[in-house]
């Protein structure tokens, strides 16, 4: 079947750096999303991820290796405003979103 | 980038009425858009993959005839919860990938909140 797993809840530091892991199983792969979502919210687009390596925006980056199905999205000089869901979602051979559960981020001062 | 417009953000309505959502793609035209449901504290849920000119797909479980799609033109989709209950009270959302483009991201609307009391 097709999976995603994430930590259910992280907590970090205000000024810190943190990095929330994201596995994927899924049949066939087209990329993979990152997505940050603040409570009542829609999801916000923060990145995507096809090939192997590290994409960096800004205080973002979101590391991808195919062959280990693994992902990270990593947060730097963290802000209270990061304090959200994020979710990660990777695309099937059907083009298809396979969303996960999400990895709440509490940031503490 | 392209923008989702979803419509309304939130809706308070009673039990055995229905409820229209709608989702439009302000931009591009979408052939495609799908919708989601989110309870608290969970993922989103893909109900159903709505087509433009033709019938939805809808994914296991999710009632067809409760929950009703009708993609009539390329930048219009609309959620219809018929009979809505207070089981059905959540956090409805669109999306749609703009298909001149590349694989970039998929355009969320705003949400929906719907409360059936």
């Known amino acids: ?109 | 980038g392209a923008v989702v417009s979803q419509h309304p953000s939130r809706v308070i309505c009673k039990s055995g009425t229905s409820v229209k959502i709608e989702c439009r793609s302000l931009d591009f035209q979408a052939t495609t858009m799908f919708w989601y449901r989110q309870f608290p504290k969970q993922s989103l849920m893909l109900m159903a993959t709505s087509n433009e000119g033709s019938k939805a797909t809808y994914e296991q479980g999710v009632e067809k005839d409760k929950f009703l799609i009708n993609h009539a033109s390329l930048t219009l989709s609309t959620l219809t919860v018929t009979s809505a209950h207070p089981e059905d009270s959540s956090f409805y959302i669109c999306s749609a990938r703009d298909p001149g483009g590349e694989v970039t991201e998929a355009f969320f609307g705003q949400g929906t909140r719907l409360t059936v009391v």
């Not at chain 1, 259910?8 to 990095?19: K, L, N, R, W």
């Not at chain 1, 979101?62 to 979710?87: I, N, P, T, V």
């Open chain 1, 1 to 109: 079947g097709q999976n995603i797993d994430q930590p259910t809840e992280m907590t970090a530091t205000e000024g810190a750096i943190v990095q929330i892991n994201c596995t994927y199983q899924t049949s066939g792969f087209n990329g993979l999303f990152w997505y940050q979502q603040h409570a009542g919210e829609a999801p916000t687009f923060l990145s995507y991820n096809v090939l192997d390596g590290l994409e960096e925006k800004g205080r973002f980056s979101s590391f991808l290796s195919r062959s280990k199905g693994y992902s990270y999205l990593l947060l730097k000089e963290l802000q209270m405003k990061d304090s959200a869901s994020y979710l990660c979602a990777a695309i099937d051979s059907n083009y298809q979103l396979i969303w996960g559960a999400g990895t709440k981020l509490i940031i503490k001062p």
